[in-house]
Nanobody, 117 residues
Framework: QVQLEESGGGLVQAGGSLRLSCAFSGRTFSDYDMGWFRQAPGKEREFVATIWRTGTRIYGGSAEDRFTISKDNSKSTVYLEMNNLKPEDSALYHC???????????WGPGTQVTVSS
């Protein structure tokens, strides 16, 4: 089965940057669309970004201006570059994967991002 493991989270001051990584294993990486969601305490899970098998990128409204999703097929890894971070970006960031036509059925345990003001 697909396994996902995020890394790269941490504590950063407002205006700083972080690069999150998600290692994919267990299946063929190129068969899957990949994405990032985040969830802060007391809030609903929020879509951040996705990168399709084809390389097409889609961003949520809160992320498009400052975040960039990318992937390295040779490493089976997805990245989320986050710039100009704001306190409202603080959340547990989850990596996710899906086959075409399916929901995001595979989730990593998450990596915590905390942005101080």
């Amino acid at each position: 089965q697909v396994q996902l493991e995020e890394s790269g989270g941490g504590l950063v001051q407002a205006g700083g940057s972080l690069r999150l990584s998600c290692a994919f294993s267990g299946r063929t990486f190129s068969d899957y669309d990949m994405g990032w969601f985040r969830q802060a305490p007391g809030k609903e899970r929020e879509f951040v970004a996705t990168i399709w098998r084809t390389g097409t990128r889609i961003y949520g409204g809160s992320a498009e201006d400052r975040f960039t999703i990318s992937k390295d097929n040779s490493k089976s890894t997805v990245y989320l570059e986050m710039n100009n971070l704001k306190p409202e970006d603080s959340a547990l960031y989850h990596c996710t994967a899906r086959l075409e036509g399916e929901a995001f059925n595979y989730w990593g345990p998450g990596t915590q991002v905390t942005v101080s003001s």
